[in-house]
């Protein structure tokens, strides 16, 4: 069940219109003979099928030690399924990032924590963002009793996506707000309260929303798209 996400806006009138976005193709190997560790991306949300991946990170830690072993960039999600790990036997816990450029950020020191729960995924600029990017986190134990392992690591947008609407309103109307109390950061690696991979952070942090010119007697927003609402 995905984790609902509220906001508190300073508007007159707000209708939630479900995001609309699509999607990753995902790969798997046809050499049963090969060995290793492989990761699929798919996503989580149906609505995200069709969506353009333009930039594919990949992280894989040690459950065990939680130190980084793995580190990589690719340019698609062929290139994540075509790649094979030689893990020994352990636990291991893989975040993986899509199209997470300007004005995104992750922490980029991974190498230096002590603590993958430390990685933090923010903006530099919260607002008019106009893409979104996803994320995805799979734990996996290796026993070397299989000869291969296929890892399905399903992807989920960092950001929430909404449209305002407000009808029958004076032509020519104006209206602008803010959205309080979003996150000004998610931590991907740990569970928020429905027990879901991506915790948002208690700092909170103030949005300015795009300001919306009423054409005929409708006020519509294009998409907007915010930060999760603060932890608690």
């Known amino acids: 069940m995905k ?18 976005l699509a999607s990753c193709d995902h790969d798997v190997h046809n050499g049963e003979d090969e060995g ?13 099928q069709g969506t353009e991946v333009k930039d594919v990170k990949l992280w894989i830690f040690d459950a065990d030690k939680s130190s980084l072993i793995e580190e990589k960039h690719y340019g698609s ?8 790990f030689e893990l020994p036997e352990g636990t291991y816990r893989i975040l993986t990032t899509t199209n997470l450029t300007e004005p995104f950020f992750i922490s ?24 979104n990017a996803y994320f995805g986190v799979a734990d996996v134990k290796i026993d070397n009793k299989e000869g291969s392992y296929v890892v399905q690591n399903p992807m989920k947008s960092v950001l929430s996506e909404l449209t305002v609407i407000i009808e029958n309103v004076p032509k020519g109307t104006e209206m602008s707000g803010k ?18 991979y991506g915790l948002p952070s208690i700092k909170p942090t103030e949005v300015e929303m795009p ?20 932890q608690g």
Not at 112 to 123: D, H, P, S, V
Not at 184 to 195: A, E, I, R, V, Y
Not at 211 to 229: D, F, G, N, W, Y
């Open 36 to 48: 290793g560790l492989s990761v699929s991306l798919t996503w989580a949300d149906e609505a995200d």
């Open 3 to 20: 984790a609902k996400r509220r906001f508190n806006f300073w508007l007159w009138v707000l209708l939630c219109v479900p995001c609309l």
């Open 108 to 131: 980029e020191q991974t190498r230096a924590l002590t603590n993958w729960n430390n990685i933090q995924i923010g903006l530099t600029n919260p607002k008019d963002v106009k893409h």
């Open 211 to 230: 300001t919306l010119l009423a054409t005929e007697s409708t006020l519509k927003s294009e998409v907007i798209r915010l930060m999760p609402t603060i």
């Open 179 to 196: 959205a309080l109390d979003c996150a000004w950061c998610l931590f991907p690696t740990q569970k928020n309260s429905d027990g879901e």
């Open 77 to 84: 999600t062929e290139e994540v399924a075509s790649q094979r």
